[in-house]
């Protein structure tokens, strides 16, 4: 178990919908950072928030937003969906801002299924 | 352009050795990481590698970095049927502020 926690496990929606990812980082971290995971793209990085503020932009579709809360736990926002958005979205949390240098840890992701 | 390119698949026997290898290319990359993803599962860290060090082992895992060559393994000793799971290479740029970058992944296998 990492310490960092996300919900929902698995996610069922219809296209054109707007979904919520929820994520907790590890007691002490200040960075999230979201990653998609799918069968053509592989494993990709999108955002990372530290202590409440977008830090680094990866391959985020604009329909995508994510925030940081006081409370450090972050949320993905996914908008407009469609089937390609199928996939399974990974958080992971560090204690600090250069990501380069940071050791990352994963939650179990939140599969989300678009039909 | 960044790219961190890994085989797809590897089988062994059980109690045999796997190595896993990995090739990357930026090589201002800090840490070189290795992750674990068992079926239905997140990602494990299992294992990482400072650019300034040429081996690290740890328990039955052994990591070795060629930076000239910018190649990565993951040598599992005494591999068991729990190893059973795909393994990802990553680094992380410097400059990238936290972006790690990832291969597709090797399968292991590890058959009985």
């Known amino acids: 178990d990492s310490g960092v926690t996300q919900t929902p496990k698995h996610l069922i929606t219809a296209t054109g919908q707007r979904v919520t990812l929820r994520c907790s980082p590890r007691s002490g971290d200040l960075s999230v950072y979201w990653y998609q995971q799918s069968l053509d793209q592989g494993l990709q990085f999108l955002i990372q928030y530290y202590n409440g503020e977008e830090r680094a932009k990866g391959n985020i579709l604009e329909r995508f937003s994510a925030q940081q809360f006081p409370d450090l736990h972050s949320e993905l926002n996914l908008s407009s969906l469609e089937l390609g958005d199928s996939a399974l979205y990974f958080c992971?949390?560090?204690?600090?801002?250069?990501?380069?240098?940071?050791?990352?840890?994963f939650g179990p992701g939140t599969r989300l299924l678009v039909l | 352009g960044e790219d961190v390119e890994q085989s797809l698949f590897l089988s062994v026997r059980e109690g045999d050795s796997s190595v896993i290898n990995c090739t990357y290319t930026?090589?201002?990359?800090?840490?070189l990481y290795w992750y674990k993803q068992e079926p239905g599962a997140g990602l494990q860290l299992l294992t990482y590698?400072?650019?300034?060090?040429d081996m690290k082992q740890d328990q039955r895992l052994t990591v070795l970095l060629n930076k000239k060559d910018k190649h990565l393994s993951l040598r599992i000793a005494d591999t068991q049927t729990g190893d059973s799971a795909i393994y990802f290479c990553?680094?992380?740029?410097?400059?990238?502020?936290?972006?790690?970058?990832f291969g597709k992944g090797t399968k292991l296998s590890v058959k009985p």
């Open positions: 930026d090589s201002s990359s800090t840490y």
């Open positions: 990553a680094e992380s740029p410097w400059g990238s502020q936290g972006n790690l970058i």
């Open positions: 590698i400072f650019s300034n060090m």
């Open positions: 992971a949390s560090s204690v600090g801002k250069t990501g380069s240098s940071e050791t990352q840890y």
